[in-house]
């Protein structure tokens, strides 16, 4: 915001100096449509703003340095919008990761192994609408302090919006539609510090997924029509996952169905799942109409991940003061594993074991 308000001030004072064009700032880089938006990264140094005008770019972008900006017009058709290019870039992203539409890779980093020796810090992706990628919409691997927002990632391959072995993470005012994985990702961080808020997930495979991470808040979103609203899950990594806080969330009608891959069961029905997570905290939600036949069908589902994963038992899980109404089999589901995990206040019709509805 602080870009875009020093942009305006800047042509503002230019029109009242000169009836001539003003030349662009020297931290800010303007693309328009038909010239390479990596060649503006390549040419950003920390500081920088590359500004994307309106229009339809096919190409594939990967920022490796620190504290820039990558600044669209907009998320919609008339803003600016990121599709596939006709052949796939040649990018250490594209090549490890798939074809990807924004991808903010770490400045070192073992691929083979995923261990990050200098993250990529401070990099801000703002007002795009990335479609289409065979692999994922944008993209960060070892980031610190990365936000995407205003961002729209609309039937991607892999992930929509997402990041991996990174920390001081925000996803905010965003949208994902359709992507064959996850909506919104969180993983393979045990110092998420991620926030992910005010978005909208529809269509997706999973709505929010956090796996193996801790440290991560989940407010204020809108999960529907996914085959699972929200997941948090241990997947036998060590460190497990959890230390999450899940507030103030519509999880609603996330009856797509997903079959079963090489790596998950079938999915359908799915509100909040609670798989393997510890200390987590899901409160203050509205989850209505979840229903399928599936192990994760219902409202808000606390289970064990021992069977599925080898992952761990909950723990010192709460369920407080939430919603939960016309979801099948029932609006509360616990399979009884676990240590402390409780169910305080919520308002519910249906639940098993009996008795967990206030």
Do not use: M
Request: glycine share 12%; net charge positive; charged share 20%.
């Amino acid at each position: 915001r602080r870009s875009s308000d020093l942009l305006s001030s800047t042509y503002a004072g230019a029109a009242f100096a000169s009836a001539r064009p003003a030349a662009s700032p020297d931290w800010l880089i303007v693309v328009s449509p038909g010239q390479s938006i990596q060649a503006a990264v390549n040419r950003a140094r920390p500081g920088f703003t590359i500004l994307i005008k309106p229009g339809v770019y096919r190409q594939s972008v990967q920022i490796r340095t620190s504290g820039i900006t990558l600044l669209g017009s907009g998320n919609s058709r008339r803003g600016t919008v990121l599709k596939p290019p006709r052949h796939v870039v040649d990018s250490t992203c594209n090549r490890a990761f798939g074809p990807t539409g924004v991808c903010i890779l770490a400045r070192k980093v073992n691929l083979r192994t995923g261990k990050v020796a200098k993250a990529v810090r401070n990099v801000t992706v703002r007002g795009l609408l990335v479609k289409g990628f065979q692999g994922n919409g944008v993209f960060g691997f070892g980031t610190n302090g990365l936000a995407v927002t205003h961002v729209t990632a609309v039937r991607d391959g892999g992930y929509g919006i997402s990041r991996f072995v990174s920390t001081r993470t925000l996803f905010a005012d965003d949208v994902a539609i359709g992507n064959h994985e996850a909506g919104f990702y969180v993983g393979d961080s045990p110092d998420a510090d991620a926030v992910v808020r005010d978005n909208i997930a529809r269509g997706n495979a999973l709505g929010i997924f956090i796996r193996h991470a801790r440290k991560v808040a989940v407010f204020g979103n809108l999960a529907t029509r996914n085959c699972q609203g929200i997941l948090v899950l241990d997947d036998g990594q060590k460190g497990g996952a959890g230390n999450a806080v899940i507030k103030h969330n519509l999880v609603t009608r996330n009856n797509k169905f997903c079959p079963a891959n090489k790596e998950a069961p079938k999915f359908q029905g799915g509100g909040i799942l609670l798989l393997g997570a510890t200390k987590t905290l899901v409160a203050h939600n509205r989850v209505t109409g979840n229903r399928g036949t599936q192990f994760n069908s219902g409202g808000i589902v606390v289970l064990s991940a021992r069977q599925l994963t080898h992952g761990s038992n909950p723990k010192n899980d709460r369920i407080a003061r939430n919603s939960v109404h016309r979801n099948r089999p029932f609006d509360l589901f616990w399979d009884g594993t676990g240590v402390n995990v409780s169910f305080v206040r919520n308002r519910c019709g249906t639940s098993s074991p009996a008795g967990l509805c206030r």
